[in-house]
């Protein structure tokens, strides 16, 4: 069937995946951990299941949208699902570099806050279908400037969910009149964010906010059904990953400036929860070097 073929372009450079496009009748794909050295895209259009990603766990329902950054762990279960999967390489288009354009670093990647997936509503799937159609035209007959083509039409795609995502999960809660809870969230994210590089456990930041450490644990697990520990871990780890590729910095710059005194240490952290090294990773995923465009 013509809507099952597979799109794929390779990068000529190095022979690696730049792009991929293709249809999925049933789990068999992500049926198993995946951790890629690409940014996915996976459109869920009938089914639903439960998403194992980092340290939770989420249900699912039909017209689901996930949104998964390099080597992110993941994995779907269920029986029943039909969609398409995006798949794209930090080569082919880097959201960091292309952030001022499609804002969707912090939306559908890289949010540790919100659950990696929204639903896709009538008009979004209208627009994304069309999207994805004009993708596999382009790619069965190229012709001048291929790539700079399929980049707008990923542009296109990554701005239009960006856009729903963020309306249906707003980053920032409002303040209720009813709760503290709220309240405390918006200051620990705001902490986290200026503090992440120096202040490493649940205990630093519950002195920060004045309150009990198991008080703070209960409100972040009912909010964002991840303890503190993750939450530490998952922000210096997307801001290692983000120095790992856009910047020429030693593992051990890296390392220091992110609060590890030992490489090694950090080095084994890294490893621990990317499941290779930084090295490994810079290898991989690529080496944007931005400061040098």
């Given amino acids: 069937m013509a809507d099952q073929a597979v799109f794929t372009l390779v990068n000529e450079q190095n022979g690696n995946l730049a792009f991929k496009l293709f249809s999925f009748l049933d789990n068999s794909y992500f049926d198993h951990l995946q951790r890629n050295n690409y940014y996915s895209l996976i459109w869920v259009k009938e089914g639903s299941g439960k998403l194992k990603t980092n340290f939770s766990e989420y249900s699912f329902e039909k017209n689901s949208l996930f949104s998964f950054a390099p ?8 029986k029943l699902v039909k969609g398409v999967a995006i798949y794209f390489h930090a080569d082919f288009f880097c959201i960091h570099k292309h952030q001022t354009e499609v804002t969707c670093n912090g939306v559908l990647f ?4 919100q659950k990696p997936f929204f639903q896709v509503d009538d008009v979004l799937e209208g627009s994304l279908d069309t999207v994805i159609q004009q993708i596999k035209a382009e790619i069965q007959k190229p012709g001048l400037a291929q790539y700079e083509l399929l980049i707008s039409f990923m542009k296109i795609f990554l701005i239009s969910a960006s856009r729903v995502k963020a ?4 980053e920032s809660i409002p303040p209720s009149a009813t709760t503290k809870e709220p309240f405390i969230l918006q200051k620990l994210k705001d902490a986290i964010e200026k503090d992440f590089k120096s202040k490493h456990t649940p205990q630093d930041y519950a002195i920060l906010l004045n309150i009990s450490s198991n008080a703070l644990a209960k409100i972040i697990k009912t909010h964002f059904n991840k303890t503190l520990t993750n939450l530490i871990t998952e922000r ?9 590729y856009l910047t020429n910095k030693s593992v ?11 490489e090694y240490y950090f080095s084994r952290f890294f490893k621990k ?7 490994t990773y810079r290898e991989t995923v690529g080496f944007g070097k931005a400061e040098m465009n």
Wanted: net charge negative; no cysteine; aromatic share 12%.
């Fill in 167 to 170: 309306h249906q999960q707003p």
């Fill in 236 to 244: 210096i780890i997307v801001e290692a990953k983000r120095e790992l």
């Fill in 71 to 78: 080597y992110q762990p993941f994995m779907l279960s269920s």
């Fill in 273 to 279: 929860n990317v499941n290779i090294s930084p090295q």
């Fill in 252 to 262: 051990k710059e890296v390392a220091y400036e992110l609060g590890y005194d030992d």
């Fill in 110 to 113: 890289n949010n540790i806050y």
